[in-house]
């Protein structure tokens, strides 16, 4: 059981766009920023946004994030075949002291 | 561009000590902070912990008695060990460079280790 939530699944056409949703505590998400992964398995997961909305150099401006509260979203507009991977938020809690993550977003693109 | 390589073996004996190694290439350890994680098989990520350049160490309280972590800045690498395995630490097992509380990146591509007699 991860200590963030996310839903297992998300889809949509080529074109289309596609929300990714994280929910936390007061603890980790409230508190601190949220950092989005992006993951195709057998290789290197990869930094999407981190302090929740900020994007490094080389990650498409079709990706974006944001935060309120205890939940944090990741946005994909424009879906291409090659978003098509696993993502993951997470984010320091301060209870722990160390890093939680969500249980990963699968995202088909139909 | 920094890049990061995990080594080790791919299968430990349940009681043992899974011990693996992140080579850094590109970059110095002489900052951020060196993480590993695991990823059980059909589960999310977990956060196993850090050694930063400094040396101190950040453990998860769950892994706290069973990890070592350590930094050997001369080779640019820093290692994993993880005493008493039963098969719950099955697992793939990326290493990354964090900068805290921001980020991971980047990550190695991960190494599956697996607990099995």
């Known amino acids: 059981q991860s200590v963030l939530t996310q839903p297992p699944s998300a889809s949509g056409t080529p074109g289309q766009g596609v929300s990714i949703f994280c929910s936390g505590s007061s603890s980790n998400t409230g508190r601190n920023s949220v950092t989005w992964y992006q993951h195709l398995p057998g290789t290197a997961p990869k930094l999407l946004i981190y302090s929740s909305n900020r994007r490094p150099s080389g990650v498409p401006d079709r990706f974006s994030g944001s935060k309120s509260g205890t939940s944090a979203s990741l946005a994909i507009s424009g879906l291409q075949s090659e978003d098509e991977a696993d993502y993951y938020c997470?984010?320091?809690?301060?209870?722990?002291?160390?890093?939680?993550f969500g249980g990963g977003t699968k995202v088909t693109v139909l | 561009q920094v890049q990061l390589r995990e080594s080790g073996p791919g299968l430990v004996k349940p009681s043992e000590t899974l011990s693996l190694t992140c080579a850094v290439f590109?970059?110095?350890?002489?900052?951020?902070?060196w993480t590993w994680i695991r990823q059980p098989p059909g589960k999310g990520l977990e956060w196993i912990g850090y050694v930063k350049f400094t040396g101190s160490v950040s453990l998860h309280p769950s892994l706290k008695s069973r990890v070592t972590i350590s930094l050997d800045t001369s080779k640019n690498q820093f290692s994993l060990k993880l005493s008493s395995v039963t098969a719950a630490d099955t697992a793939v097992y990326f290493c990354?460079?964090?900068?805290?509380?921001?980020?991971?990146?980047?990550w190695g591509q991960g190494i599956l280790v697996t607990v099995s007699s």
């Open positions: 990354a460079r964090g900068l805290y509380p921001v980020w991971f990146d980047p």
């Open positions: 997470a984010a320091w809690d301060d209870s722990l002291n160390g890093w939680v």
């Open positions: 590109g970059g110095s350890t002489n900052s951020y902070y």
